[in-house]
T-cell receptor
Framework: KQEVTQIPAALSVPEGENLVLNCSFTDSAIYNLQWFRQDPGKGLTSLLLIQSSQREQTSGRLNASLDKSSGRSTLYIAASQPGDSATYLCAVYAAGNQFYFGTGTSLTVIP | DTAVSQTPKYLVTQMGNDKSIKCEQNLGHDTMYWYKQDSKKFLKIMFSYNNKELIINETVPNRFSPKSPDKAHLNLHINSLELGDSAVYFC??????????????FGPGTRLLVL
């Protein structure tokens, strides 16, 4: 059964730093991987979607990579801002119409 | 404009009661989902409907019954609520029922607390 793990569980950085969030999954037979942002009291916002045939996707200050063979993905956030503070979730979509979410990384960017 | 909306946003109720959570999407999507997020932030899919037909039914108690009157709505009815049902429930929708080509759009969540 697919298991998705995110490390670290929590991260606190000063404003302006570049940072990397990690996501690992146990079964490489996935269709795609997504990174989401969750703000307190709000729903999930999709940040980046990487198809299984792709290696990376970029959106603004965000860059997500995917190494399907090793079961890893990273979300790189450049020049972090206080507004980036949120919980970041990765999710893989696999056979059987199944989405598997990680437990998230809680990010705090200190002004 | 709200793409995926859920009501109520907060729900506090007694154990044993029956309650419903409503979800509506105005994106014209064919597929809708219900997820449960527990206290450890773990999100797990519960149900998925495509054009009003059930396509995913995870191992959830049969006290949970989804109802899709049309493809823009997927409501979640819960009978005989238990303490362990306390969680945040998220509704989502996507155009592609396989989820391969595009992302899902999530609602704001319904925070259920069973006392």
């Amino acid at each position: 059964k697919q298991e998705v793990t995110q490390i670290p569980a929590a991260l606190s950085v000063p404003e302006g730093e570049n940072l990397v969030l990690n996501c690992s999954f146990t079964d490489s037979a996935i269709y795609n991987l997504q990174w989401f942002r969750q703000d307190p009291g709000k729903g999930l916002t999709s940040l980046l979607l990487i198809q299984s045939s792709q290696r990376e996707q970029t959106s603004g200050r965000l860059n997500a990579s995917l190494d399907k063979s090793s079961g890893r993905s990273t979300l790189y956030i450049a020049a972090s801002q206080p507004g980036d503070s949120a919980t970041y979730l990765c999710a893989v979509y696999a056979a059987g119409n199944q989405f598997y979410f990680g437990t998230g990384t809680s990010l705090t960017v200190i002004p | 404009d709200t793409a995926v909306s859920q009501t109520p946003k907060y729900l506090v109720t007694q154990m044993g009661n029956d309650k419903s959570i409503k979800c509506e999407q105005n994106l014209g999507h064919d597929t809708m989902y219900w997820y449960k997020q527990d206290s450890k932030k773990f999100l797990k899919i519960m149900f998925s409907y495509n054009n009003k037909e059930l396509i995913i039914n995870e191992t959830v108690p049969n006290r949970f019954s989804p109802k899709s009157p049309d493809k823009a709505h997927l409501n979640l009815h819960i009978n005989s609520l238990e303490l362990g049902d306390s969680a945040v429930y998220f509704c989502a929708s996507s155009q592609d029922p396989t989820g391969v080509q595009e992302t899902q759009y999530f609602g704001p969540g319904t925070r259920l607390l069973v006392l």
